[in-house]
Nanobody, 129 residues
Framework: QVQLVESGGGLVQAGGSLRLSCAVSGGTFSSYIMGWFRQAPGKEREFVGVVSKSGQTTYYADSVKGRFTISRDNPKNTAYLQMNSLKFEDTAVYYC??????????????????????WGQGTQVTVSS
């Protein structure tokens, strides 16, 4: 059984930064594509970004590109979401997720929540304007 635990959320002023962590236990972390998603109140869950199994390739939603950075530390079984220049509209519950699929690319499939097999419990990020 794969378990994910997010941490690092909180309250921050607009323009500030936060780093979220996603600790994964169970299975082989380096074989998982790791995705980040978020859900704001009253809105559908949306894709934020994804990192490849090796950590060498990333892909971001347009809304966060240039402000957010995803990385991973395979020996530590942890993925990260560095969020800079935060905006009020970034307020949401942030989730990390595991894709155990055999593929290694970050095509359109990696941006769909349905492609992921396991999810964390989420961590709240609140950006004050």
């Amino acid at each position: 059984q794969v378990q994910l635990v997010e941490s690092g959320g909180g309250l921050v002023q607009a323009g500030g930064s936060l780093r979220l962590s996603c600790a994964v236990s169970g299975g082989t972390f380096s074989s998982y594509i790791m995705g980040w998603f978020r859900q704001a109140p009253g809105k559908e869950r949306e894709f934020v970004g994804v990192v490849s199994k090796s950590g060498q390739t990333t892909y971001y939603a347009d809304s966060v590109k240039g402000r957010f950075t995803i990385s991973r530390d395979n020996p530590k079984n942890t993925a990260y979401l560095q969020m800079n220049s935060l905006k009020f509209e970034d307020t949401a519950v942030y989730y990390c997720a595991v894709d155990r699929g055999p593929g290694s690319g970050l095509g359109p499939r990696s941006r769909l929540g349905a492609s992921y097999d396991y999810w964390g419990q989420g961590t709240q990020v609140t950006v004050s304007s």
